[in-house]
């Protein structure tokens, strides 16, 4: 094993996660509860705020959570790289085949993280393993990362599954984890950024929402999707409540009592 090469990989992931974990969660944390507190306090899906030590002790899980991604990720980019299906140059496959990853790794992560979700839920591995990120009942930027270090490395186990699964270029993985971030980041912002009957429409009902996330937060139940409400409709675990919180929050305080 080339201990140089894993530890300037390690070294890389660890710095560029660090940076993208401060820079777009707490950007959103300073826009949303400084800047635009006040504008969009009508969009807040609870209407109270975290207390600092939520926020302290989601950062703390974050940062152990960045170790173990990047442990996971230089051990697939450089140790386990020989047998996966990552290729280079970019074009090896033609480039409708690069963008085509992009819908491929979005679904498989969708699916995969709906059943290691549902999973985690189970009470026996909830009280081992899910517990620390529903510490955060209501949610915050700084929670996207907050996870067990045990949850951390099954969510870090879509990195090998889709680089042993089907042939990737590793720059559109890193593109594709990057976007990840930045729904994982909304999905826990507490501030609803889709628009008013959103949920309703031919392309909203399936989209995971920031409402349907943290209405998981606080009530622990149902709702267990990614990017997508696919699985929680087919399986059945979308909450009942969801489509009327998604109309409370977006539409304005003085027609929602209407």
């Known amino acids: 094993m080339n201990w140089e090469a894993f530890g300037e990989r390690w070294i890389r992931v660890a710095e560029i996660t660090t940076s993208r974990y401060f820079l777009i969660a707490g950007g959103a944390f300073l826009v949303f509860y400084f800047f635009l507190k006040n ?3 009508h969009r807040r899906m609870q209407s109270k705020f975290p207390q600092s030590k939520h926020y302290y002790r989601d950062i703390l899980y974050s940062l152990l959570t960045i170790l173990i991604f990047a442990t996971m990720a230089a051990l697939v980019f450089v ?3 020989p047998y996966t299906q990552l290729y280079e140059p970019a074009n090896a ?36 393993i899910h517990r620390v990120h529903h510490l955060s009942t209501n949610p915050s930027p700084w929670t996207a990362y907050a996870f067990h270090p045990l949850e ?27 976007f990840q971030f930045f729904y994982n980041v909304y999905g826990h912002l507490g501030f609803e950024l ?14 995971n929402t920031g409402t349907a996330h943290n209405q998981h937060h606080e ?3 149902g709702n267990y999707g990614l990017y997508t409400l696919i699985w929680d ?5 979308l909450r009942d409540d969801y489509e009327t919180k998604f109309d409370e929050v977006t539409l304005p305080k003085t027609n929602s009592k209407q």
């Not at 951390?152 to 590793?170: D, K, M, N, Q, T």
């Not at 889709?194 to 989209?207: D, E, S, Y």
């Open 152 to 178: 951390a490395v099954l969510e870090a186990g879509i990195i090998p599954l889709i680089a042993f699964s089907f042939p990737v270029h590793p720059a559109a993985l890193g593109l594709f984890l990057l």
């Open 79 to 81: 140790v386990l790289r």
């Open 233 to 237: 409709r087919i399986f059945g675990t």
């Open 39 to 41: 504008p969009l306090i």
């Open 93 to 128: 496959y033609g480039m409708f085949y690069y963008f085509l990853t992009f819908p491929m790794m979005f679904f498989v992560h969708d699916f995969y993280f709906y059943s290691i979700h549902r999973l985690m839920h189970v009470p026996k591995f909830f009280r081992l």
């Open 194 to 207: 889709f628009p008013k009957n959103f949920q309703r429409t031919w392309v909203g009902k399936w989209v």
């Open 219 to 221: 009530h622990f139940h």
